[in-house]
């Protein structure tokens, strides 16, 4: 099958984004934001960084401290060293794969070697992986997946996309391409809703989707 998958990171490759948010609540409620793990799933996950200091801009009227940014890296890389793990199943998932494969994220590439490396999943997309760093938009706009699209030497239409969040699948669905939702962590139905094709709980049932 002359087919491409495009695994997003957090979420779908290693289970970061319950480890990750946790941190960012409790730094935003340092700061005086009243927010929970919800809020957090609802309005941050999936996003970039920098849209999401944006978005945190406007909940505060006023731009975070200074150190921020580097006391939310510094905070997360230490708790995603302690506590992260690959999503269950993903490992057998990938090596069932007969198509080719890679990465496409909102995360930084510096912190997707770092969580694929915790993980033991780096070697399996060393030279693969495709950052909004990369592009000139972050999701929900398409450009990620196109840019990992052309590296790779695929059409759009060729591509299947594995999100687990729903601005992931829009960005997805607008780069013209297949998109399956991951939703152990997430909602279906929000996923549904954006567009995605096909709605999985279970890495493992993704072998038979593809």
Do not use: W
């Amino acid at each position: 099958m002359n087919k491409l998958i495009i695994f997003d990171c957090d979420g779908v490759l290693v289970d970061s984004e319950l480890i990750i948010n946790t941190v960012f609540a409790e730094l935003l409620n340092n700061l005086g934001l009243n927010v929970n793990i919800e809020d957090m799933y609802e309005n941050f996950v999936g996003y970039s960084f920098a849209q999401c200091m944006v978005k945190i801009e406007k909940m505060l009227g006023k731009m975070p401290p200074d150190n921020f940014e580097a006391l939310y890296r510094r905070e997360t890389t230490k708790a995603l060293e302690k506590d992260l793990q690959p999503v269950r199943g993903v490992k057998e998932v990938i090596d069932q794969l007969s198509v080719p494969y890679c990465v496409a994220s909102s995360s930084s590439h510096d912190r997707m070697q770092s969580t694929l490396g915790i993980t033991g999943l780096l070697p399996y997309f060393e030279g693969k992986l495709f950052s909004v760093k990369d592009v000139s938009r972050g999701k929900p706009y398409p450009d990620v997946y196109l840019h990992a699209a052309q590296a790779m030497g695929f059409e759009p239409s060729k591509c299947i996309v594995i999100e687990d969040t729903p601005i992931g699948v829009e960005g997805g669905i607008s780069a013209g391409m297949t998109v399956f939702g991951y939703s152990e962590r997430t909602s279906a139905h929000e996923l549904k809703t954006a567009g995605a094709h096909k709605v999985f709980d279970k890495m493992e049932r993704l072998v038979d989707f593809i």
